[in-house]
């Protein structure tokens, strides 16, 4: 039998980890990709002697890339490793309360009564109920298509209905949090997580309650060699089951006739393909490779994701109060997200995140010195005048640090790379800078998203943070693995329809 082609366009995460589900059943494998470099947002760069992972911070469920490695029979060991990471979070807020909080809801749940007199029995009540929720019905949504009606038919859907309370679907996850903490401390970090998939927690289904039990209940771990180690893990693992790599070569279109694709086009070459996956964003494959403006303003009918500005900065000192993960809490959590979602704009006083990969991997700065990786949640580009954005969000980030830190932060800056919307499209090909796709803003935002296959154009699939199940590592990979499915019963179907 003649070898299949499969092209993939993108080598995101999910276009790396589908390239190695397609070389598994036996397609000759070749990925495009426009930058000089694999992995997408998930990369990394050196500026003055400091090591910077670019985009993600944080690594949950480690099991889809197990699992990936499984189905290709290579031992994951041998490509890749981390470990769990004790402290989940330290988080500040502006009256003074601090937290160091554990990756495990028993400690987690003690730590947060101590420090802020929210019940431990709250805190642990509502991971049982996000595990739960998690099972019957994240389980469902997550892993697989809720475009295929096969999906629907499964006994494990009764089981999810019995699981939804009303509540999941028509409160807001602020709403949810209220009723149930007491302590506006618990209710804020619990409002967070909706952060997660870049969305508004008093507008998104609390329904994304489910996500802490990714974080605290199965744990929140750290790669050897920081979070570009997955993407070198899982291009190493792409190469070794053959599939091809094309970089610095950017996709231009795909070719399809009728009702079929039939390749791409890069670079002036037409390359055929039995099957086409895009890894880009659902916009600009619609918009640009399928030159179907039509379709590609219907995507947009969904809110696009928050995105971010991120300060890179070397830091002239070690701070003992700080962890890989720290939060600098607003005080006005509902201004925040209004500005962000509702006026486009930035809230002067944001919530400051701060990652510092030195804590885990001392090699990462010089020492003495440590990597700030300080970002904050900041509208999807629209045109506003980013310059401008930049330096006031820069001074009141500064003005915050230096309240909840008692220092002066501007004076420890040595070293400074500064990232913003503008720079997410450019380098990423993520339509406004968005960080995750489409937000979970609405609650119908699961069934909005777009599906893995394209209706109407048999052969063309789609996987990654913009289509179905969403953006964030675990999501992504979970898209690839149900992208791959989906085409492995496609190719089963064509092939005894043929017969
Ligand atoms: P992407 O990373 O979006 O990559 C798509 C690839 O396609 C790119 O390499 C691009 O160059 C290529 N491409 C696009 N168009 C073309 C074309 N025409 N031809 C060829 N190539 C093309 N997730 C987490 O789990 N934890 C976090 O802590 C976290 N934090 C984040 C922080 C930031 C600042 C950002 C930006 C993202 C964060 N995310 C986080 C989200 C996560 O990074 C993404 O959801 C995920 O990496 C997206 O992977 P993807 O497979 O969709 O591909």
Known sequence: METKEAVIIG??????AIATRLAIQGFRVKVFEKNAYPGGKLSMFEQDGFRFDAGPSLFTQPR???ELFEAAGEPVRDYFTYQPVNISCTYFFENGKMVKVAADPQTFATQLEEATGEPAINIINYFADA??????????FLNFSLHKKNTWLHK???KALRTVKSAYLFSSLQHYNKKVFHTPEAEQIFNRYATYNGSNPYKAPAMLSLIPHLEINEGVFYPAGGMVSITNALYNLAKKKGVEFFFDTPVDRIVYTENRALGIVARDQNIPADVVVSNADIYFTYGRLLKSPVKAKKVLKQERSSSALIFYWGIDKSFTTLGLHNIFFSQNYQQEFEHIFTRKTLFNDPTVYINITCKEDPADAPAGKENWFVMINV??????DWESLKQTARQNIINKLNRLLQTDIASLISSETIMDPLIIEERTGSYMGSLYGTSSNSKMAAFLRSPNFTPGIRNLYHCGGSVHPGGGIPLCLKSAAITAGIIEKDQQKYHSSAH
Do not use: T, W
Request: without cysteine; hydrophobic residues 35%.
């Open 379 to 384: 509208p999807a580009n629209s045109g506003q």
């Open 64 to 66: 889809n890339i197990e």
């Open 11 to 16: 080598s995101g995460v999910a276009g790396l």
């Open 131 to 140: 595990e739960k929720l998690y099972h019957d019905v994240g389980n469902i």
């Open 156 to 158: 494990r859907v009764l």
